[in-house]
């Protein structure tokens, strides 16, 4: 049987509702700092609404993805000196590893402008602010079609996905 379409005022309660709260990030990415965290959520949940990661098993996926890349969400720029992002990267070490999902290389910033509507690949380090890093991390889990894997459950594809050659990627 099909569900009836939601009516304008169930639609509007949808929108408002919160996926989680701060502290409920907290526990899933296992971060105490919720005075931290308050920044990150507040960026997130209109991003996730917006593409539709709003199901259980999306906003889980997500979230581990987030705090996977983060490191708990405790960093959003990957640390290192220039020397060591030289040799790793060449060429393009200023476009070393920032964001929810961590964007690195010219080639991924590059399309992250139309995410956040500022070209990052002029001022790469807009992606370390909270309310810029979760709109590019949004854009890749959408355009990766990675609810799909998310609302079926298939962590690994989604990790492999989001972190090709990474520990699940050949499991």
Known sequence: MRRPAWS???QERRHRRQLFAAEQLSAIVQNTDVAALRAHHAALMPEMKREGITTPERVAA?????GHETEHLNIVE???DERYFRWFLG????YHSRGSIMLTWTGNYSPAENAIGLDPVVTPELVE???????????FWTEHGLNSYAGRGDVRAVSSIS????PTAAT
Request: aromatic share 16%; net charge negative.
């Open 8 to 10: 304008p005022w169930q």
């Open 62 to 66: 997500f979230l581990n993805e987030v």
């Open 78 to 80: 990957k640390f290192g």
């Open 91 to 94: 060429g393009e070490w200023f």
């Open 129 to 139: 602010e909270p309310e810029v890093a979760a709109k590019p991390a949004v854009r």
């Open 163 to 166: 972190t090709p050659g990474g």
